[in-house]
T-cell receptor, first 114, second 112 residues
Framework: DADVTQTPRNRITKTGKRIMLECSQT?????MYWYRQDPGLGLRLIYY???????NKGEISDGYSVSRQAQAKFSLSLESAIPNQTALYFC?????????????FGPGTRLTVL | QKEVEQNSGPLSVPEGAIASLNCTYS??????FFWYRQYSGKSPELIMF????GDKEDGRFTAQLNKASQYVSLLIRDSQPSDSATYLC????????????FGSGTQLTVLP
């Protein structure tokens, strides 16, 4: 049973559509992150949240928004999807008492924007 | 802009050999350093972290850090085919490693 789950696992959509990717965790961690992974570019941070009232932009937040509905849930939205947002998206969590040093990743969502 | 550089590979080593993976980083204020392993189609998983200059060993894995040279490496001894994966170097900055900056990864293949 997975501690960090992401839905959907795969999604194909069209340019201009609104898309929401959801992340849930049962690890009890306060910190949650959204990354995207592109071939040859590694993981890039989109947004991160250290608690329900703390939302921070990462390296590549333009075109994305997030919502931290509860400690266990962190959603990523693409208000108007464009083809260069085609990527593999990962949610991750970590614990502040371990200095955030280990991030636990969900299984990923593969998003294709046509 | 904080940068983390890795050779993309692919790096091929024979089974039983030592695999050496290297990473350099640009932010001198970086305080924490991580190696993640990512199998094809899977999510990254942490295999090593290091905070202080020198070597840190865990089983077949050794992480090496040289802050003066802004260099971190991962050695895998007695490499096995199951070690074939992409290895991601990540560097933490800010208090309590608020953010991790990842390199693009090195693809390792261990040949039987």
């Amino acid at each position: 049973d997975a501690d960090v789950t992401q839905t959907p696992r795969n999604r194909i959509t069209k340019t201009g559509k609104r898309i929401m990717l959801e992340c849930s965790q049962t690890k009890g961690h306060d910190r949650m992150y959204w990354y995207r992974q592109d071939p040859g570019l590694g993981l890039r941070l989109i947004y991160y949240s250290f608690d329900v009232k703390d939302i921070n932009k990462g390296e590549i937040s333009d075109g994305y928004s997030v919502s931290r509905q509860a400690q266990a849930k962190f959603s990523l939205s693409l208000e108007s999807a464009i083809p260069n947002q085609t990527a593999l998206y990962f949610c991750a969590t970590s614990r502040p008492d371990r200095g955030g040093r280990e991030q636990f990743f969900g299984p990923g969502t593969r998003l294709t924007v046509l | 802009q904080k940068e983390v550089e890795q050779n993309s590979g692919p790096l091929s080593v024979p089974e039983g050999a030592i695999a050496s993976l290297n990473c350099t980083y640009s932010d001198r204020g970086s305080q924490s350093f991580f190696w993640y392993r990512q199998y094809s189609g899977k999510s990254p998983e942490l295999i090593m972290f290091i905070y202080s200059n020198g070597d840190k060993e865990d089983g077949r894995f050794t992480a090496q850090l040289n802050k003066a040279s802004q260099y971190v490496s991962l050695l895998i001894r007695d490499s096995q085919p199951s070690d074939s994966a992409t290895y991601l170097c990540a560097v933490g900055s800010g208090g309590s490693a608020r953010q991790l900056t990842f390199g693009s990864g090195t693809q390792l293949t261990v040949l039987p």
